[in-house]
């Protein structure tokens, strides 16, 4: 065991919600029509001059503008600071060759601004932990004379005590699609353990299987969502039979419906966590996700909220992700995120890239070398070779079929664990 200094990001839901749910909203706004003025701002260099502005170019242009003021400066460096890592990310891309790569898009469906997150660093939050509230503050143009800052009354979850933490970095205020959550970023000590293997395992994150895995030895595992759609199916019946939306009632189901699925992704991410100590694996690979998030303020988005019958937004990826990596660097595990692309188009056994391959009912069949396999655990498997290009399969016998038959653990409402399935 060995102290380690590490970040860590926790979640913590707003008590006050009613109270505070307009401000947060207002400065979600301001925060998108800011992300617009400088995306406007990228636009015309580019058309003028072919070229980009960087961060520090970007607010200096606009520290000025009189939308600059409707957050706290710090945040509204960020927001431009967000904007120009996009168009980086973007460029780096374009070096590649990443033909399917778009710039950032603005921040806009027809006249409606989406709620950004919206980042207060030092000077922009004040965190009592004593009465468990935190101050973010306001731009200049959004203080009114009664109140200059917004005072929301948090609630961490019972294993977190901020009280205790070497120190806060920044706050975020999220918006998750029901309501505001806070997102508390701190410098952490933690024991770590020596890490229980060299192996790796890849991950690939998705919205029918939920998680699936492929380890170095060719065996593979699925984790479906068969539980929460049941348990998301249940609340919104009763949500929509509340008379009005905005209720007490219908706030008090939704922070319920989203308290059990927090609960879910820790039980999966430290059972996941579980299995890697299990199977000696020192490294996770995980799929960059940032092409979900992209895809989700595009306004021609597979909108991946609306259109499965699961209502799940790219936050819960992200936060999944984050929840791996705190659980896995415990046990000396390093989480490694890498370009997901081609992972679904590849065939892990040839490396054969055809949209063709991709077949139905959730199974990818190589014309090339007759592989057949899981089409998710294929994806998991392409993602793992990323970091370690060992070939999972032997080449020639391919008659266990391991790749087709993963083994499927559900979700145990009464055990409140995973079990694999009889
Ligand atoms: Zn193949």
Known sequence: MAKQVVTRTYIASIRNQQQVS???????????????????????????VEHIPGHNELTT?????????????????????????????????????????????????????????????????????????????????????WSDFILCKYQTQPDVDLSTVESVQQ????????????????????????????????????INNFVALAYEDGHSELYPLNCLKQDDYYFSKRIARCDDSD????????????????????????HIVQRCVDEGVGTIVVGDLSGI????????????????????????????????????????????????????????CCGRKRDANRVERGLYVCDECGTVANADVNGAENIRQKVSPSLACDGGDRSNGWLAQPSVYLFDSESGCFAPRE
């Open 247 to 270: 209720s007490e009632q219908a706030t008090r189901l939704n922070q319920k419906k989203s308290a059990r699925r927090t609960h879910y992704f820790h039980t999966l991410s430290k």
């Open 22 to 48: 307009d401000d947060l909203d207002s400065l979600g706004f301001s925060a998108s029509i800011l992300w617009n003025v400088g995306r406007w701002v990228c636009d015309r260099e580019w058309s003028e």
């Open 171 to 206: 706050v975020r205020a999220v918006w998750t699609g029901d309501e505001w959550e806070l997102h508390v970023v701190c410098k952490v000590e933690i024991e770590v353990s020596e890490a229980p293997g060299e192996n790796a395992v890849g991950v690939d994150l998705g």
């Open 293 to 348: 998030r992209e895809d989700e303020e595009n306004d021609e988005s597979k909108n991946w909220g609306r259109h499965g019958n699961l209502d799940l937004h790219s936050w819960a990826f992200d936060r999944f992700t984050s929840m791996l990596e705190y659980k896995a660097e415990m046990e000396g595990i390093t989480v490694e995120q890498v370009s997901e692309r081609d992972t679904s188009k590849s065939c892990s």
């Open 61 to 145: 242009y606009l520290k000025s503008h009189e939308r600059y003021d409707d957050l706290h400066s710090q945040s509204s460096q960020r927001v431009l600071q967000e904007l120009a890592e996009a168009f980086n990310g973007w460029h780096g891309k374009r070096r590649n060759r990443d033909t399917r790569a778009n710039p950032p898009k603005y921040r806009k469906h027809n006249d409606e601004h989406p709620r950004s997150t919206v980042t207060f660093k030092a000077a922009g939050f004040k965190l009592d932990t004593k009465y468990e509230r935190i101050r973010l503050s306001k731009g200049s143009n959004l203080k009114e004379y």
